[in-house]
């Protein structure tokens, strides 16, 4: 992405987006230390498993793809060093995003290479399997795709230009691709591979990674052993299953047993690379979700009930503010998760208690506001708005400060299940703000908050286990005088970063601490922003694959961004966002938009919800604008 990142333009607010509709049913369980419990590689499922979606997504050379009957519908597949559809080309770093021609609608969509990627693996393997199985097709899945990118997929028209390419179809005449159809688990197989890429040994080139469901004569209930029948270019669906369920092979396994050298037929052999990556970590949950019905939803606090709106359809404006239900007096900001589910789920604080509400199932009303951990041993006096995330379990977990200044948790027993009770992380005393939790790409949960004005942290060292004793992390600077609630992502490289708003002389300023390399203690703060009037939290965006990292904040009533390349980089002069400034009263929160853009939320002075965002990755902000009417 480039610096439309943190740039604005005088457009009107326009977000066109794709959305998915979340919730959950909010019912009683599990404490929010174990949560977490089990990593997607480590839960078989017995087969048999039922059949992939497709038969298969990337074909193998002279295999049966569906007839094309569109005369404008032109499937290429120029292989060749040819300019591909965009002109990008890279074997080593993955694209920001991917032209997909979707074929109920004849338009051609970009699409985030990632998000791209979240939403061909359900529909190729199946989520239930095996973790290993889910990985080694995470990897065929994404070379596939990044094989078309770089070179010429097709062109839907009568003659090809440069706007009416595309790199993919969204059917078995390449991959199948279906928005919002991205589960917990095959995100999991996505986000645990994202660095590996298969290429060709010899010419080091990003590997067209065929696959099927099953290979030679199977057929029906017969399905590929490990291996079986494997010719070196094309990978079985149901075999991957067979490697990791029967015989508990790897992932970097099962693609090896499939892809390998033939010299009879100049096969190649398969070379598992790094790929060049920029940061990963999806923006914190915030009150604007995408839902599976094309459009935004955005929540907020009026009191004694919280309101939602949502567009029309994508792009669309929104309509008018209405209360889901009737509860008790709000206060705070409400936070919208999206389920395994794809339902809408909602937290809010109330009465030093956090109040949960869902749906039971996607379009339909919320159930009724729920108290959650009301039978615990022990209940918190909630201080601080709720921090939410999805273990890789996909069992919800909640974090927040309470009165007696320490942190806490709660979380499901698994993902849609009946809540725990909540239990103390901290014992000292002495936190206050809200809490900045994350589960890393290799499913740890950490969590930072502040103590007094020293940013502490605390995580875990195996997947479901206890967290560690809290530490302050990093030295000098904002380490000792933070006045401001922490942030915190993960770059591709695996490290993690924490930014803050910190004094240090400098009031107002932001600070950000990174770990050297992955695992290790935090190094040294360092002032990213000049002085100023900088509010508490900042939004920090990891731009997926290959872009930066982008920082917003409100100051003096205006959001401003800046970015950098990597964590360790120097920060652009914070600018800016948008033009018709909301006068911000509360923190920015962000989400990416179904192409990779970034929309940006604040609350204002007035009490609203606004809002700006980008029309594609990378493009200006347009002009603020209110959410609702």
Known sequence: MGSGAISNNNGGLRM??????????????????????????????????????????????????????????????????????????????????????????????????????????????????????????????????????????????????STNCFDVTDDTNFQVYRANSAQTRTNDAVQQTWSVIARDAGTHEVRQTFYRADLATHTGSAHDTCGQAANGSTMSQNGTQACAHTLNEPFTQILNAYYFAVPANSTPALELATATLGPVSPPRPGPVVLSSLGTLVAYREAGTNILATSQSAAGQRFGPWSTIDHGPVFTGQPTAVKTVNNTLAVFARSNGRIEANGQQAVGQSFSGWVSLGASSPTVPDVASDAEVLTAPSGALVVYVTAGDGNVWGIGQSAANGSWGVWQRLTATGGYSGKPAALVTASGLIVIYARNGAVIQGSGQSRRGGTFSAWAAIGSGGSSTTSTGDPSVFQAGDGTLSVVDGGQSGNPGAIWMVGQPAPGVSFGTWRQVSASGAFSSTVAAVPVRSAGPIVLYAANSGMVQGAQAVTPASQFTTFGNMGTGSPQAAGDPSTLFAANGAIVIYVIGADGFLWGAGQSAPGSFFSGWGHIGS
């Not at 087969?47 to 979606?53: G, I, K, L, R």
């Not at 990337?58 to 965009?86: F, Q, R, Y």
């Open 16 to 161: 066109t987006v794709r959305v998915r509709l979340l919730a959950i049913a909010v019912v009683a369980a599990l404490a929010a230390t174990t949560a977490a419990s089990q990593p997607a590689s480590a839960a078989p499922t017995p087969s048999p498993a039922p059949a992939p979606v497709t038969t298969p997504g990337g074909l193998a050379p002279n295999a049966i793809a569906p007839a094309v009957t569109d005369p404008n519908l032109h499937i290429v597949k120029d292989e060749s060093s040819a300019a591909s559809c965009s002109g990008y080309r890279s074997q080593t770093t993955p694209p920001n995003s991917i032209r997909v021609l979707i074929t109920s609608t004849k338009t051609i969509a970009t699409v985030g290479f990632e998000n791209y990627v979240e939403n061909v693996l359900p529909n190729e393997w199946v989520s239930s399997w095996d973790g290993e199985a889910l990985k080694a097709g995470a990897v065929a899945v994404k070379s596939y795709g990044w094989f078309w990118v770089n070179h010429y997929g097709g062109y839907y028209g009568a003659t090809p230009s």
